[in-house]
């Protein structure tokens, strides 16, 4: 039979524990993962959707007042007169630029919402896969490590007993 000289299993605890703080922190990990991807759905499928549906109401309305000051302006003003209603037609301009924004924000949600659920699903399944190698895989090559420190503890103090 083979001899070894082993005398200090230190580094092989070491080890052992390194494993389990890293069962722990890939549960905790997995956890804080799934909680920040829940929060980010919430957002984009719901809080999104209605703040801009919002804004965009809000825009319409802004875009019928602006129309309605221009209209009433130029109702006033001569029609030769080109610097009339300036303020009128910048305000028009602006809240026609808000109101296009918002609704490209609308249209788009919906798309955003799709493309995140279809990365949701592959991302699910790395995390599933993280999920097995700290709740399954790295428990076993933990106590199978355990079993050999167990064992080469006992081969230790055989050894020591037989050089007595």
């Known amino acids: 039979m083979a001899e070894a000289n082993v005398k200090n299993l230190q580094g092989l605890e070491n080890f052992a524990s390194a494993i389990a703080r890293l069962c722990e922190g890939n549960r905790k990990n997995t ?5 920040q991807l829940q929060r980010t759905t919430v957002w984009l499928t719901k809080e999104m959707p209605e703040y801009w549906s919002n804004q965009l109401r809000i825009a319409q309305k802004r875009w019928n007042e602006a129309r309605e000051d221009l209209l009433r302006c130029q109702s006033r003003s001569r029609a030769d007169d080109e610097e009339s ?3 009128q037609r910048k305000a028009l301009e602006r809240a ?10 609308v249209k788009i949600i919906p798309a955003l919402a799709s493309r995140w ?6 991302l699910s ?4 896969q993280m999920e097995d190698l700290s709740e399954s895989q790295l428990p076993l090559a ?5 079993r050999i420190i167990a064992t080469l503890k006992q081969y230790i103090e055989s050894s020591d007993l037989g050089d007595k």
């Open 125 to 128: 399944l790395s995390l599933r």
């Open 85 to 87: 209603c300036m303020v």
């Open 31 to 35: 956890d804080d993962t799934r909680e």
């Open 142 to 146: 933990q106590a199978r490590l355990q």
């Open 96 to 105: 026609t630029a808000r109101r296009v924004l918002c609704e490209q924000r």
């Open 117 to 122: 659920d279809q990365f949701m699903q592959e």
